[in-house]
């Protein structure tokens, strides 16, 4: 199989590391949760915004933690619509 993401196979080992909670990141942030998965709660929220003060928070109420894959239509629009603006 084609690797079509080697920004992530290259960076695996970063994934799931805690992020430094006293620096921002000041430009647009889009984060996709999925409905049915409780991997983004409601109460992070404040701590996203607190981080991420531009952030945009989407919900995609069919799908799980693997939004791209339970609704991948979905989340290509709202990826769409955020890269537009």
Known sequence: ????????TK?????GVEIN??????KPTLFIKG???NYIKNEDSAL???IFPQ???????QAGHWVQVDAP???????EQFASS
């Open 55 to 61: 952030a945009e928070i989407k919900t995609i109420d």
């Open 11 to 15: 960076n695996i080992e970063k994934i």
């Open 35 to 37: 409905g049915k998965s």
């Open 1 to 8: 199989m084609e690797n079509k993401s080697p920004i992530i």
């Open 48 to 50: 996203i915004k607190k």
């Open 21 to 26: 909670k006293k620096k921002e990141f000041t």
């Open 73 to 79: 239509e979905d989340f290509l629009q709202l990826v």
